[in-house]
C-alpha cells in the first residue's frame, strides 16, 4: 500500500507543479482558461500559488504523511471548485477530467493517509 501512496502522491506533486507553474507564468492556455470559466487573471495568479504551496506540502509529507493528508484535502477543495468552475460554464467534459482525476487521487491520498490526519493535530 506504501507504494501506491507514493505513486499518487507523486501524480497529485507533477501534476500540481505543471498546472501551477503554468498558471504562474501566464501560459496562453492558462489565461484562456480563466478567460472562459469567467473569472478573473488575478484568481490565475492566486491559484497557481495555492498550487505550488499544495506541491511544498506533498513534498514535505513524503516524510511526515499528516501533511500529505492535509495537503490532500487542500487539493480535494481546489479541485473541487475547479470542477463546479466548468461545470457553472458549460465546458465540455474533455476539459474537466483533468480536474476529476485529480480530484479522484487527491481523495484517494487523504483516505490512505486519513489515519494520519489525528496525530497532527494533537
Known sequence: ???????????????MAFFG???????????????????????RVITGYVQIVGCIGLIVGYWYPGIAAWTG???VIMMLLACF???????????????LLNLVIA??????????LPHLLG
Open 73 to 75: 484535502i487542500l487539493i
Open 21 to 43: 507553474g503554468s498558471k504562474l507564468a501566464g501560459a496562453k492556455h492558462q489565461v484562456e482558461l480563466f478567460d472562459s470559466i469567467k473569472l478573473p487573471q488575478w484568481f
Open 107 to 116: 481523495i484517494a491520498v487523504v483516505l490512505l493517509y486519513a489515519d494520519e
Open 1 to 15: 500500500m506504501h507504494i501506491l501512496t507514493i505513486v499518487l502522491q507523486s501524480w497529485l506533486l507533477f501534476s
Open 85 to 99: 468552475s466548468h461545470f457553472r460554464v458549460k465546458h465540455p467534459i474533455g476539459k474537466v477530467i483533468p480536474a
